[in-house]
């Protein structure tokens, strides 16, 4: 393992806060490992390393993209139980704080690293990712391929701690990019696609998360696995005209409103990233409460898709 010689100016980096608004470093949702190191010690550029700790110990302690910030998905206070519902955007101020902590200002250009194994893991880029969209902070990319990728280039490790001055950030929602029950009954009655992004099996009602009361899904739903959406074997991401043919395939026009879910947020991020990311359909909202909330209440329904 090679360990980088950037790692004491990335951390001083990441210490600035303050001064003017800084310059988005891309407006590219996904950027590649050559990227990313053209970028290393910029003092806007903030890496945040969301992968979580395993049976075989802590990935980041073994080596992560040199000044990248420890910031697991499933420990890091990125999601929190809401009135019942597991895995939803914490509040507001909550979130922000938790965000400021990790050294991300409004001034900082958020890139999000996960391992890139699977479409599911990489789901915890991508709600990290819409976590900032929906919070209003548009400077913010995954690294394709993850640390898979970076990896594979030839990228650096470090094993240096790196440990962020806190900073100030600040958010508003952008309800256009979040959708609630109401609107996704509303969505029913006003013909809205909605498009379940978890397995086959579970939008087929033949199996079903722990987290969700019964088997099924939205009636009306369209299935769009998230899986379809991610190369495991070449760890990169669907691209434009792969997910334009996708939508295509569910009958969704590439300006068309709608609405994905899954079970609580995790694979229909996977799913929103694609379609109002990748593809550019920008009136593409996420359930955030998605199967969980949903189904909750025995009086709304829940049928097999087909």
């Not at 938790?98 to 709600?127: C, K, L, W, Y």
């Not at 594979?152 to 309800?175: I, N, Q, W």
């Amino acid at each position: 393992m090679r360990f980088s010689l950037f790692a004491a100016v990335i951390a001083a980096g990441l210490a600035f806060v303050g001064g003017a608004q800084a310059e988005r470093l891309t407006d590219q949702p996904l950027v590649d490992a050559a990227w990313l190191k053209s970028k290393l010690g910029d003092k806007s550029l903030v890496v945040l390393d969301v992968r979580d700790a395993t049976k075989e110990g802590n990935p980041y302690e073994k080596g992560h993209v040199p000044g990248a910030i420890n910031a697991p998905y499933a420990t890091g206070g990125w999601r929190a139980e809401v009135n019942g519902v597991p895995g939803m955007l914490p509040p507001v101020d909550q979130i922000t704080k938790t965000i400021g902590g990790f050294g991300v200002s409004n001034d900082s250009h958020v890139v999000i690293v996960p391992q890139g194994t699977d479409s599911s893991e990489f789901g915890a880029a991508t709600r990290i990712y819409w976590t900032f969209k929906v919070l209003g902070h548009d400077a913010v990319s995954i690294l394709d391929g993850g640390e898979r990728a970076w990896e594979a280039a030839g990228g650096e490790l470090s094993t240096e701690v790196v440990k962020p001055a806190a900073a100030t950030f600040t958010g508003e929602l952008k309800k256009e990019l979040l959708a609630t029950t109401a609107d996704v009954e509303k969505a029913r009655t006003d013909g809205i696609k909605l498009i379940d992004g978890r397995p086959a099996a579970q939008f087929k009602g033949e199996a079903k998360s722990p987290v969700v009361r019964v088997a099924g899904t939205i009636p009306g739903a369209a299935n769009l696995e998230n899986s379809k959406l991610y190369d495991t074997d070449k760890a990169s991401f669907a691209s434009k005209e792969a997910v334009a043919n996708l939508s295509k395939n569910l009958g969704l026009k590439s300006d068309e409103e709608n609405i994905a879910f899954c079970n609580t947020g995790h694979w229909a991020s996977v799913v929103w990233f694609g379609l109002s990311e990748i593809e550019g359909n920008k009136n593409t909202k996420m359930y955030d409460g998605s199967m969980a909330e949903w189904a909750a209440d025995p009086a709304r329904p829940v049928e097999p898709g087909t």
